[in-house]
């Protein structure tokens, strides 16, 4: 198995503008997990999906970010407008399981708003 | 909301060590992970423990449900365990990190 498969890896953009990042899970893990990573908080949970549906919404920071899981292989993480604090490394990551299972993260998304 | 906290936040080590990493949360969880972040940034799950405890090569990791604690051991310690290693709870929750380096 491929992993999971986050792109881009890296994301440069200027303020305003809409970011999306993408995610495919290990095929046959039905839950998903979107975290953030910076240097002032280390990492927080940003949203988790089991079996494609939206368990855990209360961290997404605000209305500007959105996520969408449309089928079991792929999700993704929108910021419309983005915002300089919005500058960290996005990871995805996904378990057989909700809570009782291993966690594989994907390789991550470096974005940076300038 | 449960607050997981790690000690130490550094570690320093000579090649050989016996080295320990602690993580305490504060209310009842399924479940403790830990998890190795790479300097490269890339993260890697050790373990998921419910109770008791679990070994994987020099790896060992504890947990104590009553107490809310768990222990992640290295023994023999080498250079390329140096890393950041993070607890999180019910995949939930993340502890602060312990960055670990061990010199030769």
């Known amino acids: 198995d491929a992993g999971v498969i986050q792109s881009p890896r890296h994301e440069v953009t200027e303020m305003g503008q809409e970011v999306t990042l993408r995610c495919k899970p290990i095929s046959g893990h039905n839950s998903l997990f979107w975290y953030r990573q910076t240097m002032m908080r280390g990492l927080e949970l940003l949203i988790y999906?089991?079996?494609?549906?939206?368990?855990?919404d209360s961290g997404m920071p605000e209305d500007r970010f959105s996520a969408k899981m449309p089928n079991a292989s792929f999700s993704t993480l929108k910021i419309q407008p983005s915002e300089p604090r919005d500058s960290a490394v996005y990871f995805c990551?996904?378990?057989?399981?909700?809570?009782?299972?291993?966690?594989?993260f994907g390789s991550g998304t470096q974005l940076s708003v300038l | 909301k449960n607050e997981v906290e790690q000690s130490p936040q550094n570690l320093t080590a000579q090649e050989g060590e016996f080295i320990t990493i602690n993580c305490s949360y504060s209310?009842?969880?399924?479940?403790l992970h830990w998890l190795q972040q790479h300097p490269g940034g890339g993260i890697v799950s050790l373990f998921m423990l419910s109770s008791g405890k679990k070994k994987h090569g020099r790896l060992i990791a504890t947990i104590n449900i009553q107490e809310k604690h768990s222990s992640l051991h290295i023994t023999a310690s080498h250079p390329r365990d140096s890393a950041v290693y993070i607890c999180?709870?019910?995949?939930?929750?993340f502890g602060t990190g312990t960055r670990l380096q061990v010199f030769p």
């Open positions: 990551a996904s378990s057989a399981g909700a809570l009782n299972e291993k966690l594989f």
């Open positions: 209310v009842g969880i399924s479940a």
């Open positions: 999906f089991n079996n494609n549906v939206p368990i855990d």
């Open positions: 999180n709870t019910d995949k939930l929750i």
